[in-house]
């Protein structure tokens, strides 16, 4: 089981969106020579200038640094398949249509702003600054809201946390420090199905690579960006910081006995090897003055009755969200048109809940939007639902508070796991033709 980074969209720090200058096609078509191809993604390509603005974005962050960067053949791989994967979830998204509202949009330039401390108007020049236009900005981040949506979608029905985990993680909680643990690991990946030769080769590596950390020859972080193949290898293996409950149990045991800067592994996982480092720990006493999010939200719900089944509530759904994408106020179409009678003379507004309050799939539903922003239609037991999360805060967290906390990060884990396997998948069964400098194919197509 791997471990991977989790992000938050309006976290996303500057850095990170001038990297995905290189992921939307579309801005470089206009404004660069169609020259040479990068690589063939299915029905779609990767220019050659969108692959050098990307790598060059990455070769600034490291600026003064340049040394842990590894050498530039293997970092443009790095570089290109992030690129891969980006066309790859957009592509699924447009197949799904899902895509990102002006409102979406301007919700989140609006959020990275305040994250970064900023007005619109000095992000505007700093992104400038950068060398980015402010049209490619928007582009990428709208690029980004679209794949976290896809992520929203991919979760419905997918994820299950049973009462028993939950009583089982409080238990654990209430006989311990409250611990959380910053973690970076390093992935040698491996194909599906790879075969014994594929295994040992990997193996070997990952050996190798962790002797060079054991001597001193190298840091964890500098390692992990010159030879890991995780997505977060750029940013030094770092997976931030984690509850217990955030890490898959095969791994929780052993990291508790760690100590900072330990390393353990090779461990193989369904992904391939991999090395973990413990960076650091930080504890709580349990109990003590932990807090919880809590969430307020609007609904329109569409009921599956004797009278609707559901392609047709699926259908209005659908419709309905066309037309808050269009600009219609959310609240005064809730008033009109939802099927739960105790919210839409409210509006929609369901108060301040904890992430549980309405289920699981719905809580997850709500904790994956940002402020603002409103979902795409999902379904629930009661029918079809749309839900524009309107704010957020953090409370002292109390046993059913501190239970429904429990159970959102349980299932952030185990969506985590189920996200990573099935983007595996997904870029097993893609055509990827990746090109040489003179746009020639450099290697055999793979993939469907």
Known sequence: MTLAPTRSLL??????????????????????????????????????????RAVANIRAQYAGK?????????????????????????????DSGITASDEDLERAVQGVAEQ??????????RISQDGMSFTEFRNNLRDEIVTQKL?????????????????????????????????????????????????????????????????????????AVRYSDSPNALEGGDLGWRGLNEIPPAFAQTIQQMQPGQVIGPIRGASGFQLLQLVETRSQAAGG?????????????????????????????????????????FAKLASESSDDDATKRRGGDLGWFGADTYGNAFGMQVAALSDGQTSAPFKTDAGWVLVQRTSSRQVMAGSDSLRAQVRETIGRRKLEDEWNRWTREMRGEAFVDVRGLDGAAANPATGG
């Open 116 to 125: 970064n401390g900023m007005s619109v108007d000095q992000l505007r020049a």
């Open 66 to 94: 340049e040394a842990q960067l590894p050498p530039q053949d293997v970092l443009e791989r790095q570089v290109l398949e992030r690129l891969v994967l980006m066309r790859l979830q957009l592509a699924r998204a447009t």
């Open 289 to 329: 003055g932990e807090q919880v999010t809590q969430f307020s939200a609007r609904q329109i719900l569409v009921k599956v009755d004797d009278t609707t089944d559901d392609a047709a509530a699926k259908a209005e759904a659908e419709t309905l969200a066309a037309r808050i994408a269009g600009g219609a106020d």
């Open 151 to 223: 992520r929203q979608s991919f979760a419905q029905g997918r994820i299950n946390v049973s009462e028993a985990e939950v009583d089982s993680a409080m238990t654990a909680a209430a006989a311990s420090i409250s611990q959380q643990f910053r973690l970076a690991h390093i992935l040698v990946g491996t194909p599906d199905g790879a075969s014994a030769e594929q295994l040992a080769t990997a193996q070997k590596k990952i050996e190798g690579v962790k002797g060079l950390i054991d001597k001193g020859e190298m840091s964890f972080a500098a390692a």
């Open 11 to 52: 976290a996303i720090a500057l850095a990170g969106l001038l990297f995905a200058a290189g992921a939307h096609a579309q801005s470089y078509a206009g404004t660069a020579p169609v020259d040479r191809i990068a690589a063939v993604v299915n029905e779609d390509v990767i220019l050659r200038s969108e692959l050098d």
